[in-house]
């Protein structure tokens, strides 16, 4: 099939273990850098649309910053739970980062 | 058989040990106690550590009315008996009523001695016997300042430390010329003063009371050399007399004390009397070591046995200040010539220790600044053995004869005394635990009794329990940071500090799951700063994001950005700028704090650079725990009611603290007076001005908690005042957990131990802690100039847009 990877970031723009916001048209993503590899998810928590790009990563999860629900960034979903987020794929091309805007995996 | 009717007189301390004793026998008695007091029996003891608000009244009981019900003994409360009529063995109490008895026993205590002086009967005058006396001196102490005990003996001293706990002015007078000296030597009485006064209670020795002036209420202390201090409270701690009324009217043979023989029985075969009102050999005690072991003789003898005898007790003391350690016992002095004295004295540390020795045997000691030894030093004088090969090293424990070996208490003979206010051995505590199948030390308190006297072998004990328990000991849980690194939080600190690991990754690495959680990575973040005052290796990704980015994160996910604004002051000039600044980037609102600032709310991440380079303000750290801010009032520089300068110590106190990190956010207040406008008695620390002084407060709160401060002290000048308040901030910064306010560190803690720790910490402790406050503070930044100009990271602020018309890179690719 074909996949369209749009180009979002310098490698090195965000720092490990943090994430950043990523906004296309109306789609709002957290980009995070994971040491190995790139995650993507939508960036609205789903307790109450916490920013998860601002959370603490831990592992391969998210903590969000307003009430703390551990969101995987493997699945996106909540690891005890309370619904799931989008989660995009996401990869290194060269010196970018990119990302691929369509609905992966639930 | 019919049962024989038991009647004691006294509720107190020696009464209910002996009927203890009496019931563990299971007599058949019909038992009545009459007690003077309106209450169930307590631990007079305790009485100082209520007066010290270090135990509430309700922790003191010993016997509840359950026991009493339980033993079928009928407890008459606040009934006192008048009269006893021997020959036709009755007693008549205060209320009229009359009942016989067929036994008889006297454990009336003793009373509180006045001198004949003048004015004793003014308001503010008070004796320290019971609780009622207790109870009356704490409600004084809420107006009262200056406070001067009468006595500097064990009582007073006791009495002086608890007056000062609660934050009055306190002087001890002395008759003598030096402090309890039916205890110490001159030697002793010179370290105990200098401690004494450490604690910031004055000493006047050689003095005389003449008078206590005043009308209606007490005003001063006048004394026979013609000095005079003032005083709105006085305390009369001038030693007790024995209570002999009753058995002097009954015909009793009486001296100073009621005359007792060895099986405690007194000139009547049918009345037998115990605790402090006897006199056996032509002593009369005053603590309560001598009255368990009369209890134990007694009940013997009253239930028919015919064990051993009474021979007097050895007396042993020991002071209840805290922060000052002192024991002394049996022939201190040893200033006869066959007596040998062996001594030690570091004036430094005040540390004293003598042993005195008499024909190879230990027959006193006096133990100040460092009483661990006491109960070696009383089993010796207690067995009289030859000293031997111990004179050795008889002041300090024998060294350990292998690595291997302890000197646990395990490994103590059975008959050591582990207990020396009730006297419980070794053996049997040891015994207790086995046969009941004892766990926690509570359980062992319950049966043996062992550490409900002055408490402070419950250390002792609780290792007893640990080692026959084993497995099954039961201890109260230390908490565990969290479950990515599985370690009390303490243990993780000096982990830390001694293996020198810089940053939470490390931490996580090598104790945890090398992952973290959004609770132990922003913890631990703190601890690594804290440990390394400020030379940790920063890592952002730890923190949470209001710290990654200086401000408050928003239920929108957009920030808010507070200034400082230091002791609520502002300008035209600050305030324009704000304004400006506010229209320009078009804040949605602009709030006045509950903390006495702006706050501007609703800014978009990538905008706070370049609001705070506009605003050249300081980070007003609202986002952090840490230092928020100092809320003042306008004090002395425009109040009528202004007795200090609230303002100006306020902006002193911020400057001071900004931009720290501490354990939970920590907020201050400093008022011109108790009015307490700027609320600083709900601070996490507060200075409150006074008439000549501050009163600084800490763990006070006013937010989900509601709580009131405790008063740290007292000081006359601004400079302590503030001293006094970073010592504080320092200790709470090194001994506070995570995310704990000050107001349940402060109860968790101890005010009693914080002060000691703090404020009445020796020199070299202050300076160690304001030591460490200025090397963090020299590292502190204003993050705010540091990055708006350099941020850590060059992304630290920015998001990603991607403009609608990038183009994507196509690949065909099967995911
Ligand atoms: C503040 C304080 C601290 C102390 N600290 C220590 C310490 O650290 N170590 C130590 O060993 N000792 C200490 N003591 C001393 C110890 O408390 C006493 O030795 C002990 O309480 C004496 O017990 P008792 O039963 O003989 O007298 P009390 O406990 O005084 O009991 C006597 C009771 O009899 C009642 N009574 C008297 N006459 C009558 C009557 N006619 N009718 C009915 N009831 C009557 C009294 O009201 C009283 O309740 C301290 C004492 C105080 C006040
Ligand atoms: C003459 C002495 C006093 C002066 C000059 C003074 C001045 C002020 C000023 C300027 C304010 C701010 C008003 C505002 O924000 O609108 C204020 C608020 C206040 N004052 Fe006073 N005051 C005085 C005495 C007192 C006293 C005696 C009390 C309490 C017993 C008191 C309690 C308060 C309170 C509760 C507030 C409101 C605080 C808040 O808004 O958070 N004031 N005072
Ligand atoms: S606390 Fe006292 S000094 Fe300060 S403003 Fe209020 S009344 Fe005035
Ligand atoms: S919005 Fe994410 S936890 Fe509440």
């Known amino acids: 099939m074909t996949v369209q990877w749009f180009p979002v970031a310098e490698l090195g723009a965000i720092p490990k273990n943090e994430g950043r916001k990523v906004s296309f048209g109306e789609i709002e993503i957290a980009l995070f850098n994971l040491g190995e590899e790139y995650r993507a998810v939508d960036n609205r928590c789903p307790h109450k649309q916490g920013p998860l790009a601002d959370g603490i990563v831990s592992g391969k999860s998210v903590f969000c910053p307003l009430h703390s629900l551990n969101v995987s960034l493997e699945n996106g979903c909540a690891i005890r739970g309370a619904g799931c987020v989008k989660v995009y794929p996401a990869k290194v091309m060269g010196a970018r980062v990119c990302v691929a805007f369509y609905e992966g995996k639930q | ?815």
């Open chain 2, 1 to 815: 058989m019919k049962p024989r009717r038991l009647v004691v007189i006294g509720n107190g301390m020696a009464g209910m040990a002996c009927l203890d004793e009496i019931l563990k026998r299971k007599p058949n008695f019909e038992i009545t106690v009459f007690s003077e007091e309106p209450y169930f029996n307590y631990n007079r003891i305790l009485l100082s550590a209520v007066l010290a608000g270090e135990k509430t009244a309700d922790e003191i009981y010993i016997n509840t009315e359950e026991w009493y019900r339980q033993n079928r003994i009928t407890l008459h409360l606040g009934e006192k008996v008048v009269e006893v009529d021997s020959k036709n063995k009755t007693i008549l109490t205060e209320k009229g009523y009359s009942f016989d008895y067929d036994t008889l026993l006297l454990a009336t205590g003793s009373h509180p001695f006045i001198p004949p002086i003048e004015g004793t009967s003014r308001k503010g005058v008070y004796v320290f016997r019971n609780l009622k006396d207790t109870g009356r001196i704490l409600e004084h102490c809420k107006s009262a300042r200056k406070a001067v005990v009468i006595g500097g003996g064990l009582l007073g001293l006791e009495a002086a430390r608890g007056l000062l706990n609660r934050g009055l002015e306190v002087t001890v007078v002395h008759l003598m010329d030096r402090l309890m000296d039916v205890q110490l030597d001159a030697v002793g009485g010179q370290f105990l003063r200098r401690e004494i006064e450490k604690l910031g209670i004055e000493v006047l020795l050689n003095k005389n009371t003449e008078k206590l002036t005043g009308g209606e209420s007490v005003e001063g202390v006048l004394f026979k050399d013609g000095s005079m201090i003032p005083a709105d409270m006085v305390v009369m701690a001038c030693g007790i007399r024995p209570n002999v009324e009753l058995a002097r009217q009954a015909g009793l043979k009486v001296n100073r004390g009621i005359v007792v023989n060895d099986r405690m029985g007194t000139s009547d075969p049918s009345i037998f009397a115990v605790g402090e009102c006897v006199e056996h050999r032509e002593k009369v005690y005053g603590l309560v070591a001598p009255l368990y072991d009369q209890g134990k003789i007694l009940a013997a003898t009253m239930t028919g046995e015919r064990g051993p005898v009474y021979e007097g007790s050895t007396l042993a003391t020991k002071l209840k200040v805290m922060g000052i350690e002192l024991f002394s016992a049996g022939d201190f002095k040893g200033d006869e010539p066959d007596k040998e004295v062996v001594a030690y004295q570091d004036h430094a540390f005040g540390v004293y220790k003598k042993i005195v020795v008499h024909q190879e045997r230990v027959v006193g000691a006096i133990l100040i600044g460092d009483a661990s030894d006491a109960n070696r030093f009383l089993e010796m004088m207690r067995k009289k053995e030859p000293v031997g090969d111990k004179r050795h090293h008889l002041l300090f424990d024998a060294p350990l004869a292998s690595p291997g070996s302890t000197t646990d208490v395990m490994s103590r003979p059975d008959g050591d005394t582990i207990c020396g206010c009730i006297g419980v051995t070794k053996g049997q505590i040891v015994t207790a635990i086995r046969e009941n199948n004892l766990k926690t030390v509570s359980a062992v308190k319950a049966c043996t009794k062992a550490s409900s006297g002055c408490g402070t072998c419950a250390g002792l004990v609780q290792e007893m329990v640990k080692a026959v328990a084993g497995s099954t000991f039961e201890e109260e849980k230390k908490e565990v940071l969290c479950a990515c690194v599985p370690f009390p939080k303490e243990q993780l600190r000096t982990m830390i500090k001694t293996q020198n690991l810089k940053s939470v990754q490390d931490v996580l690495d090598i104790y945890g799951n090398g992952m973290g959680c959004y609770f132990c990575k922003p913890a631990l973040s703190f601890i690594v700063d804290e440990v390394h005052l400020g030379e940790h290796k920063e890592d952002r990704s730890a923190r949470f994001i209001n710290d990654r980015v200086h401000a408050n994160i928003q239920k929108d996910g957009t920030f808010s950005v507070v200034p400082r604004m230091r002791g609520g002051v502002t300008n035209p000039k600050e305030l324009r700028k704000i304004a400006d600044v506010a229209e320009k980037y078009k804040v949605p609102m602009v709030k006045v704090t509950g903390s006495q600032r702006l706050d501007l709310l609703g800014v978009k991440k990538e905008d706070l650079p370049k609001i705070w380079a506009e605003l050249g303000m300081t980070s007003g750290y609202a986002y952090a725990k840490a230092v928020r801010m100092v809320k003042s009032c306008v004090g002395t520089d425009f109040c009528r009611y202004g007795t200090q300068n609230s303002i100006a110590t306020g902006i002193k106190l911020e400057e001071l603290l900004e931009g720290l990190y501490t354990p939970a956010k920590v907020k201050m207040g400093v008022v011109g007076c108790p009015r307490n406008c700027a609320e600083a008695t709900v601070k996490d620390i507060g200075l409150v001005g006074i008439e000549g002084g501050w009163q600084v407060v800490i763990g006070g709160a006013a937010g989900k908690s509601v709580r009131a401060a405790d008063i740290l002290c007292t000081v006359k000048t601004t400079e302590e005042a503030l001293e006094a308040a970073l010592l504080f901030f320092q200790y709470y910064r090194e001994n506070g957990e995570y995310l704990e306010r000050t107001y349940d560190f402060v109860p968790r803690v101890g005010l009693e131990k914080i002060r000691r720790e703090t404020v009445l910490a020796s020199e070299e402790k202050k300076t160690a802690l304001l030591g460490h406050l200025e090397k963090a503070k020299a590292k502190a930044v204003n993050p705010w100039a540091v990055e708006s100009e350099k941020p850590a990271h060059p992304y630290q602020f920015q998001d990603f847009v991607l403009p609608k018309d990038t183009q994507a890179l196509v690949f065909q690719e099967s995911l």
